[in-house]
Every structure is written in structure tokens, then in C-alpha cells.
């Protein structure tokens, strides 16, 4: 079967969960299907025959709306989709594109759901008058698709609320997934000692980008007053705005004026480095406010690491409550749960010892992207039968 992959981000270029979740999928997907991706980006001579696409918006939109520069690569991506068997785009910025090969193409158009723009108001800072352009793409996206995949079962209950007029029986869960051989402990220390982390102190471990979705403000508050011989690392960057970019520098002041050990890495490191800090951290911190799925978690997981997440969205689905971490339910006490839960998890090492272990586990035996590729590849298989 001839496969468009539609996506933002795609390596080198990954920000987000959506970008790694298509980067696992693509390689998993390659031996079953005839697969070419399509994503944002500048052609590379590199890159010449391995199948990859890349698109970048129209230079006469150069300072233009980034909803408007998006339906520009759209636009592109939708040309060269031709001869394909079916599309399968991911997040809003690819949706529109898959929409149009449908009606361009009279193919079938899957869609990943791994965010819901209804649910993250917050983004009209990021793309004023645009967030009604991406909400009016999503929707339209959404509601025409052939099959709707949501990343946790969730995420499938916020996909028939957001979008009532969607039949349920083309809403499909398949749950992100993780490589547990990339993703394992790795025992050296050279990046933590490069990145002057003590790794004979416990340390707090944030990894994300600073955006109102991750509820990173909430994590600053919260480790004010957790255990004073903890660390705290926040691997943090990408803001998606000024304010917020302003909101988090300003609270990261304030917590090194009360609390040593504070390290802020704003920039986001390489895989293997990223690993590094994961295997060696006392705690896994993910104070996310939306949460479809959460693969940092799985990622935290599978390197043998205790997470303390809130209760949102398809997180309990991967943090296993009081086997594999703890959950903070996200309410006017979120933040003295979260610090109350990471003292928890500091002041027991054998008990986060046995949640790492069993979050390691879990995450081998329940969350393979080869278990995730097949399922999807059936779902290929029955969206065309049904249009046959």
C-alpha cells in the first residue's frame, strides 16, 4: 500500500511527543507498507531517495499569520501527494493537507489526534487571529477523516466531545509507544557532570518545552519547599511566547533565591543526553494541565525512573498509581500535591527503586512502537477495504 506520512516535525527537526511518535512510527511503518513522509523543512541532497519529503511555507508569507504559512505548506504537501493510496497526518499543522488529498486524491485520509486545539485556548497567545484558523482546519479535518486514531482512550472521549457531529465508530484508540532499546538506563555520568549536575545529590528532573500546556510555572511553585538536599534540573526550552518565556524566567529566579542546586538547561539536548538524565533522576516531574498521552512519561519509564505526573488526559493510562509513580490530581491544590508527591518519591529510595523498576516493565512489555505499526497498518488495510 502507497502511504503519505503528513507531519510538522520530522528529524532533525522534533520538538514535541507528535514528532517522535511519527519518527518511531515511520521506522516501524517502512517494512510494512510503501511509505513516503511529507513534513516542514528544507530539501536536503542527504535525504535524496530515503523517501522523505520536506516543504517549507511560501516565501511571499515570509512574516505572515503561522496559520497562514502553514496552509501555504499544506498546500505543497497536497500537490505532491498524488498517486498515493492513502494519507495519514498528524496534528493540525498537517491535517488540512491530508483533507485536501482526500478530496484532490479520492483517497482515504487517517488522522492522528495527539492534541485538540478546543482544549488549549492558551495557544490564541501563540497565533492570535491564526488559533481560529487552526481550530477551523482541525474541525474540518477531523470531522471529514476516514478514521480518527486518539493516542489514549482519553484522548477518544475528548475527540467525540470537542466534535459531536463525529461518527464513534471512526474513532480508533492506538496508544503512543516507546523504543525500550533506545530508551534504557544508561549508567555513566559525563553529561551530568558536563552540565554541572551533582550526581551524588538526588535530583527533580523536568523535560519539556515552556508552554502552558506543560504546566511548567505550576512545577517551579510546587519545588519551592521539597527536601532542600534535592536538586532540580528543568530541561527546558522552546517557549511559545514572550509572556511566557518572561513568566518562567522571572519564577526561575525566584526558586534559586530560596533553594540550591537549581540547574535550568534551556535548550533541548540530544536523545542520548536527554537518556542520561532520565536513568540518573530521583524523580520524573510532569506537571502537564493537557495531557492526551504523555510519551515523556514513557520515556522516564522505560530508563528505569519514577514519575510523578498529574491526573489528566490518557496520563493514568501510562503512570501505573503507586506502581510506577504517583498522580496529582490537577485542582486549586495541585501545586502542594506535586510538592507533597516528589517528597514522597525522594524520602522512599527503595520504594521509587521498585516504581522505577516496574515503570522499566511496563513500558517494554505494553508499549512497543512494532505493536503500535501493525495496528495502525490494519487499520490502512480496513479504511481501504471499506472505500473499495
Known amino acids: 500500500m502507497r502511504v503519505g506520512l503528513l507531519t510538522r516535525e520530522y528529524p532533525p527537526d522534533v520538538y514535541g511527543g507528535a514528532g517522535v511518535h511519527v519518527e518511531f512510527l515511520a521506522r516501524e511503518l517502512r517494512p510494512l507498507v510503501d511509505l513516503k513522509v511529507h513534513c516542514w523543512g528544507e530539501a536536503s541532497r542527504a535525504e535524496r531517495g530515503t523517501g522523505v519529503v520536506r516543504h517549507r511555507p511560501w516565501p511571499a508569507l515570509d512574516g505572515a499569520n503561522d496559520a497562514l504559512r502553514t496552509f501555504s505548506v499544506d498546500l505543497g504537501i497536497a500537490a ?40 488549549r485556548p492558551w495557544k490564541a497567545e501563540q497565533l492570535g487571529g491564526g488559533y481560529a484558523l487552526s481550530s477551523w482546519a482541525e474541525r474540518t479535518a477531523v470531522e471529514a477523516a476516514d478514521a480518527v486514531i486518539a493516542v489514549s482512550g482519553a484522548m477518544r472521549e475528548d475527540i467525540l466531545a470537542c466534535y459531536p457531529a463525529l461518527d464513534p465508530a471512526r474513532v480508533h484508540v492506538v496508544h503512543n509507544g516507546i523504543d525500550t532499546e533506545l530508551y534504557r538506563p544508561d549508567p555513566a555520568t559525563d553529561v551530568l557532570h558536563r552540565l554541572g549536575i551533582d550526581p551524588g545529590r538526588p535530583y527533580v528532573l523536568f523535560v519539556g518545552r515552556i508552554t502552558r500546556q506543560k504546566g511548567v510555572p505550576h512545577l517551579l511553585r510546587a519545588v519551592r519547599d521539597i527536601d532542600p538536599a534535592a536538586q532540580v534540573v528543568l530541561c527546558a526550552g522552546a517557549p511559545d511566547t514572550p509572556e511566557i518565556d518572561r513568566e518562567f524566567r522571572e519564577l526561575y529566579r525566584e526558586l534559586c533565591a530560596v533553594r540550591e542546586g537549581v540547574h535550568w538547561i534551556p535548550r533541548m539536548l540530544p536523545r542520548p543526553e536527554v537518556i542520561q538524565l532520565l536513568t540518573h533522576a530521583a524523580v520524573f516531574a510532569c506537571p502537564s494541565v493537557y495531557e492526551p498521552l504523555g510519551i515523556v512519561n514513557l520515556e522516564a519509564m522505560a530508563c528505569g525512573t519514577p514519575v510523578v505526573a498529574s491526573r489528566v488526559g490518557g496520563i493514568p493510562e501510562v503512570v501505573a498509581e503507586g506502581t510506577t509513580g504517583l498522580l496529582v490530581p490537577v485542582d486549586d491544590a495541585f501545586e502542594t500535591g506535586l510538592a507533597r508527591a516528589l517528597d514522597a518519591v525522594l524520602g522512599d529510595p527503595e520504594g521509587a527503586r521498585r516504581m522505577g523498576e516496574a515503570g522499566r516493565e511496563r513500558a517494554v512489555g505494553e508499549f512497543g512502537w512494532d505493536t503500535v505499526a501493525r495496528r495502525t497498518a490494519r487499520l490502512y488495510e480496513r479504511v481501504v477495504a471499506d472505500g473499495t
Not at 505532491?80 to 492513502?86: C, D, H, I, M, V
Not at 495519514?88 to 479520492?106: P, V
Open 80 to 119: 505532491a501527494l498524488e498517486g498515493r493510496e492513502l494519507v495519514h497526518s498528524h496534528t493540525w499543522y498537517a491535517n488540512l493537507a491530508g483533507h485536501f488529498a482526500k478530496l484532490l486524491y479520492g483517497v482515504p485520509h487517517v488522522l492522528t489526534a495527539h492534541s485538540l486545539e478546543p482544549l
